[in-house]
C-alpha cells in the first residue's frame, strides 16, 4: 500500500514537471520569429511593441550589470541549418534592439544559445515549430512574459493637506506660568547615570562568554555525468530528425555533448563527461 502511494506522488510530481511549468503558455506569440530567421519577427509591429515594454519594465526595475539573461531557441526541423548558432542570433538580435531603447549593454549576461532543446509541443508540423522560434528574457531568475510587462506601476497618491488656521489669543486671557520641565528631565537622567555607576561598581567583573558562530553549511552541489551511452541515442536522435540525410555521426556526437550540457546546466547540474569521470 505504501509502495503504491508512493508511486501515485512521483506520478503527480513528474506530471507537473511536465505539463504544469508556469509561463509556457503565456510567451506564446511574444518575440516569435521567422523560420530560418535571426533577425525578422513573425509580427514585426507586435514584436516592436513588446520590445518597448520590456525595455521600459527592464529599466523601472534599475537593474545591475549582467543580471539580464537572454536565452536564444529554434525549433527541431529537417533543414541544413545549424539550430544553436541559429538561436544565439535571435538572442543577440534581441539584445541590440534592447539596447537602441535604453538599456546598456553591460546589464546582460553573455547570450545561451540553447538550439533545439526545452522543446514545447511535438514539433511534428509547423504549428508546433512555431512557438519554439523565440527569445526567452529573465530578469531575477523570473521570466518576463507580456502579462508581467503590461503590468501597470502602481500610483502613489499623495494626500493634500490642508493648512490649519491658528485660533487667534485672546485678550483677555492671562499669560500662563510655564514650568521648566527640560531641568526636571535632566535631574532625572543625572540621577540614573548615578545609580547605574554605583550598580557596576558593586558587581563583580564577569568573564565574557564566547558565543560561538554557526557556520552555514555549503551547498550540495548537483552533479550529472553523461554518459556514452546517453550522448550515443541523443545523436542518433538528430540523425533520425533528418530522415538520414547528411549524415555526420562525428558531427552528430559532438552536437549531442553540447545540447546536452546546455540542457543539464539550465537545471541547476554540473556536467562531467563520462571519461573525465575517470580521471576524478
Given at each position: 500500500?505504501k ?12 506530471g ?13 506569440d511574444f518575440l516569435?520569429f ?5 533577425n525578422?519577427?513573425v509580427?514585426?509591429?507586435q514584436?516592436?511593441i513588446?520590445?518597448d515594454?520590456?525595455a ?9 550589470s ?8 529554434a525549433?527541431a526541423a529537417?533543414?541544413?541549418i ?5 538561436s544565439?542570433d ?8 534592447l ?5 546598456s ?12 532543446v526545452?522543446?514545447w509541443g511535438?514539433?511534428a508540423d509547423?504549428?508546433?515549430r512555431g512557438?519554439?522560434?523565440r527569445?526567452?528574457?529573465?530578469l531575477?531568475?523570473n521570466?518576463l512574459t ?8 502602481p ?7 490642508e493648512?490649519v488656521?491658528k485660533p487667534a489669543?485672546?485678550e ?5 506660568s ?6 526636571l528631565?535632566a535631574l532625572?537622567?543625572v540621577?540614573a ?5 554605583l550598580?557596576r561598581k558593586k ?13 552555514p553549511?555549503a551547498?550540495i ?13 541523443y545523436?542518433?536522435?538528430l540523425?533520425e530528425?533528418?530522415?538520414g ?5 562525428e558531427g552528430?556526437w ?5 545540447e546536452?550540457?546546455a ?17 576524478l
Open positions: 500500500m509502495n503504491m502511494l508512493f508511486i501515485m506522488v512521483f506520478l503527480i510530481f513528474f507537473f514537471l511536465a505539463f504544469g511549468e508556469t509561463g509556457g503558455q503565456e510567451e506564446i516569435l521567422l523560420p530560418n530567421s535571426g525578422q519577427f509580427h514585426e509591429d514584436a516592436m513588446q520590445l515594454n520590456v521600459g519594465y527592464l529599466l523601472n526595475k534599475n537593474p545591475v549582467g543580471q539580464i539573461y537572454v536565452y536564444g531557441y525549433a529537417a533543414n541544413d545549424e539550430p544553436v548558432g541559429l544565439r535571435r538572442a543577440l538580435f534581441v539584445i541590440s534592439e539596447q537602441k531603447r535604453g538599456l549593454g553591460d546589464l546582460f549576461a553573455d547570450p545561451i544559445a540553447y538550439g533545439s526545452d522543446l511535438s514539433n509547423e504549428e508546433d512557438p519554439n522560434r527569445v526567452r528574457i529573465l531575477d531568475g521570466i507580456p502579462a508581467v510587462v503590461q503590468a501597470p506601476e500610483e502613489i497618491q499623495i494626500s493634500k493637506i493648512p488656521e489669543p485672546h483677555k486671557d492671562e499669560p500662563r510655564r514650568f521648566p520641565w527640560w531641568v528631565l532625572l537622567a540621577l547615570l548615578l545609580l547605574l555607576a550598580k558587581r563583580p567583573a564577569q568573564e565574557s562568554k564566547l558565543v560561538p558562530i554557526p557556520v553549511l551547498p552541489e548537483k552533479i550529472k555525468v553523461l554518459e556514452e551511452e546517453e550522448i550515443r541515442l545523436a542518433y536522435g540523425y530528425l533528418r530522415n540525410r547528411n549524415g555526420n555521426a552528430d559532438y552536437r549531442a555533448i553540447c546536452l550540457t540542457y543539464y546546466e539550465t537545471r541547476g547540474y554540473r556536467v562531467i563527461l563520462y571519461w573525465e569521470q575517470e580521471k
